[in-house]
């Protein structure tokens, strides 16, 4: 009996832990929206450079809160590309309320994701920018799951970001935690994480590990990860995402990114 106390005991802890983030979410009222989709906000949120006054090329890599009760536990992650010289960019990202899942086309790179604003999580631009595009392009086209989609574990819109990112040479950008879904590796059981350095175990997305120099350590659970980032001075939890001092991720330099 006690062992079996113990057991519970160590069961209820655990799912308090992995529960504690996504609920005070739905407590703190910090993610009140619209009352319907149809009335959200996809404005623009001023992050990006105006194509029109921007002649270099820029990639960008944005997350927002996913909408209604799924944002207490993860954002929706998307790319955004402009070729040098563009009056426009394109904003690569999956949804799933398609057939075909996968969205590539012209569009705002920094609206809001139906009322939720958007983060900021990589900034690239000039030369560098304008290398990655092409690859960026090929690796959209080639998703493996262009008809498929599952909220959880995945394959869903941050498995499509985390899979981009993987297979573009020079696009090394961390992911937050709480992107679930980027951990879903489909038939494969270990990968190179999405900041560069570094690899990742999973169990189809519901249990795995990850270490990376941009990532740091990830354990996950039923897709929510938690863990620490000594390089970004920060600590991972479920549903809140990564709480750092520093950002590891690639942003312009204000010196050389200047047209």
């Known amino acids: 009996m006690r062992r079996l106390l113990k057991s519970l005991a160590w069961i209820t802890g655990s799912l308090a832990l992995l529960l504690f983030g996504p609920l005070l979410m739905a407590t703190s009222g ?3 929206g619209a009352e319907s989709w149809q ?22 890599v944005y997350g927002a809160r996913a909408w209604s009760w799924r944002g207490y536990f993860a954002v929706h992650t998307w790319i955004a590309t402009k070729e040098a010289n563009a009056d426009h960019y394109r904003v690569h990202e999956v949804t799933g309320w398609r057939r075909n899942v996968v969205n590539s086309r012209p569009g705002e790179p920094d609206r809001h994701w139906y ?14 920018a304008a290398e ?4 960026i392009e ?13 909220a959880w574990p995945g394959p869903n819109s941050n498995t499509f970001t985390a899979w981009v990112i993987r297979q573009t040479p020079g696009l090394d950008v961390a992911l937050p935690n709480h992107a679930i879904g980027k951990d879903y590796l489909g038939d494969e059981i270990a990968a ?16 795995g590990v990850l270490a990376g120099a941009r990532e740091g350590l ?6 929510l990860s938690f863990g620490i980032n000594p390089m970004a001075l920060g600590i991972k939890l479920p549903g809140i ?13 204000t010196e050389t990114a200047a047209p």
Do not use: C, F, H, W
């Open 218 to 223: 990830e354990v996950n659970v039923l897709g």
């Open 132 to 135: 990655l595009i092409p690859r």
């Open 115 to 128: 009322g939720a604003a958007p983060e900021l999580y990589a900034d690239i631009r000039g030369k560098s």
């Open 241 to 253: 995402g990564e709480l750092a001092l520093l950002n590891t991720n690639p942003m312009p330099d």
């Open 138 to 150: 090929q690796a959209v086209a080639a998703y493996p799951y262009p008809t498929e989609y599952n």
């Open 192 to 207: 190179r994480v999405p900041g560069g350095t570094g690899y990742q175990v999973s169990l189809g997305g519901y249990l």
């Open 30 to 32: 910090n993610l009140a």
């Open 39 to 60: 009335d959200a906000s996809r404005e623009s949120a001023g992050i990006a450079p105006l194509a029109s006054e921007t002649p270099e090329a820029v990639v960008q």
